[in-house]
């Protein structure tokens, strides 16, 4: 009975329990057509159950989001399809799409029978205030008989990810932020005056391409000549984030955290997009080991998808990571939270002499109640080690503070 009753709808309910109530009533007062009548309203919310319980039909989904992979606030649209892999025509159902809440309400919609072997696709949207990797998925399904006296409902497993990728500001400056005169210079020293590449010239070996012998100097110096054409140095450029709890305020989309992370993918994809090999140091790309390498645009901003806040202790792991890659030279940009001198004398650390560092510090104190410092004795520590560093508070957007800290000098406070 409690099986049944798990299955029956309202009206389902309300036909079986007015079936038993006239049943009862035609066999005390002697009217068989009563009694009739109420079996009949008591049999068919039984049929429908066991119709819909036993009824069986096997789909395939699959999900495509366009595009795969979005910024926060954008829109995409999800393509859900339904494949009918059974021999039988599918039921009209209910199906609602199970999604990550920053993801908008959960869509629903009313799919009609799809025969054996085809398919049936249906379109939501979604758009995310929120960066980070989402779930689309699993699907609700909610199967119910033609009278309305029966529903079944069953989960059809399958998910897949919506990749949510930081706001990106296009960042312009006063001064062009170099790497000064470091291992990289201040400019891509092999780069030749006529172009990209740096053609040379060297004799024949065996195994080279006859395409790229080089006739003039063949003729000129009677031995067979080939173009060697070097790709040139590129500036490399460190990108720190602090992940520190302590040293950011507030929370959420709005807290210092999320402005920093927005701040970095800003800074990488500006710096990636001037030449600069890319290397970003933030707790997850230390975790992998990605760090140690310069990453394309589009590896960052997955990186940065998903960072998260971590705890303090982990603080002499991404320090020590950059403290390795800023030992080659080139430009540093920190971004980082007012907590600590011990940790901003070892971020000051970083830039090597003749080069550029760049330090954003955040106001965590604008962002909501929190235990930093005030900002601007971290930006003083820092000014006096030779960097460029500004304050950013809450009202301050990525661009402007961007301007202001590539026009700042060495030295004093804002």
Excluded: K
């Excluded at 085809?118 to 205030?129: L, M, N, P």
């Excluded at 998925?137 to 909610?142: D, H, I, N, S």
């Excluded at 500036?235 to 720190?240: I, P």
């Excluded at 210092?256 to 933030?282: K, Q, R």
């Amino acid at each position: 009975m409690r099986a049944l009753r798990s299955v029956l709808t309202t009206r389902g309910r309300a036909f079986f329990g007015s079936g038993i109530v006239l049943v009862l009533a035609g066999i005390v007062f002697g009217f068989r057509d009563i009694t009739r009548f109420g079996v009949l309203l008591v049999a068919l919310p039984v049929i429908s159950s066991a119709l819909v319980r036993t009824r069986r039909t096997r789909m395939r989904i699959e999900r495509h989001a366009h595009p795969e992979r979005i910024s926060v606030g954008q829109d995409a649209h999800v393509t859900l399809s339904f494949e009918n892999v059974s021999g039988s025509t599918t039921p009209i159902f209910l199906a609602e799409e199970r999604l990550d809440y920053v993801l908008g309400d959960r869509p629903r919609f009313v799919v009609g029978r799809i025969p054996p072997g085809r398919v049936r696709a249906i379109d939501y949207g979604v758009r995310s205030h929120l960066r980070g990797r989402h779930h689309l998925g699993p699907l609700g399904v909610q199967v119910q008989d033609p009278f309305g006296l029966a529903n079944r409902h069953a989960v059809l497993e399958g998910t897949s990810d919506l990749v949510i990728l930081p706001q990106v500001h296009p960042l312009g400056s006063s001064r062009h932020p170099s790497a000064g005169v470091g291992s990289e210079g201040e400019q891509a020293h092999l780069i030749a005056l006529h172009g990209e590449d740096d053609v040379t010239i060297r004799e024949y070996r065996d195994g080279d391409d006859l395409r790229r012998i080089h006739w003039p100097a063949t003729a000129r110096t009677g031995d067979l000549m080939v173009r060697q054409e070097d790709r040139p140095a590129q500036r490399r450029a460190l990108v720190l984030l602090d992940p520190r709890p302590s040293a950011h305020g507030g929370s959420g989309a709005t807290g210092s955290f999320e402005w920093c992370v927005t701040a970095a993918a800003s800074v990488a994809v500006h710096l990636a997009e001037s030449g600069y090999a890319v290397h970003l140091v933030c707790a997850e790309t230390v975790d992998s080991g990605r760090a140690a390498e310069p990453m394309p645009v589009d590896e960052i901003l997955d990186a940065l998808a998903v960072t998260q806040l971590r705890d303090d202790s982990g603080e002499d792991e991404i320090l020590r990571a950059a403290q390795a890659l800023a030992a080659a030279g080139g430009l540093v940009v920190a971004i980082v939270g007012p907590f600590d001198p011990d940790v901003t004398s070892r971020v000051a650390s970083l830039r090597q002499p003749g080069t550029t560092g760049l330090a954003l510090v955040v106001d965590a104190r604008s962002f909501g109640t929190t235990d930093a410092d005030d900002a601007l004795g971290h930006v003083d520590a820092l000014r006096m080690a030779g960097w460029r560093a500004v304050t950013a508070s809450r009202e301050d957007d990525v661009a402007h503070a961007w301007a202001v800290l590539t026009a700042a000098t060495v030295g004093g406070s804002r």
